[in-house]
């Protein structure tokens, strides 16, 4: 079984940081496609970012050039640097494993304006 685990969520101002960790445990990390989504309060999830194992990234539109995802192998383990965070970037943020098919449990993010 896999287990994901988001760290990293917080209160913030508007221009502000923070750094987002997703810990994998229990199967193989190092060949997925890992992905960052999230979901607004009244919305859907939405596809946030993603990285293959080969380090290829994608971003939504409404990201780029704002998140960087990224993946330590050794440490298991993806991160989402979010930089200039907006009202609208307010969300839980969650881990997401291809392949396996796997959540974590989502860490909220808010940002205040």
């Known amino acids: 079984q896999v287990q994901l685990v988001e760290s990293g969520g917080g209160l913030v101002q508007a221009g502000g940081s923070l750094r987002l960790s997703c810990a994998a445990s229990?199967?193989?990390?190092?060949?997925?496609?890992m992905a960052w989504y999230r979901q607004a309060p009244g919305k859907e999830r939405e596809l946030v970012a993603t990285?293959?194992?080969?380090?290829?990234?994608n971003y939504a539109d409404s990201v780029k050039g704002r998140f960087t995802i990224s993946r330590d192998t050794a440490k298991r383990t993806v991160y989402l640097k979010m930089n200039t965070l907006k009202p609208e970037d307010t969300g839980i943020y969650f881990c997401?494993?291809?392949?396996?098919?796997?959540w974590g449990q989502g860490t909220q993010v808010t940002v205040s304006s």
């Open positions: 997401f494993m291809y392949g396996i098919n796997s």
């Open positions: 229990g199967r193989i990390f190092s060949i997925n496609t």
């Open positions: 990285i293959t194992s080969t380090y290829s990234t």
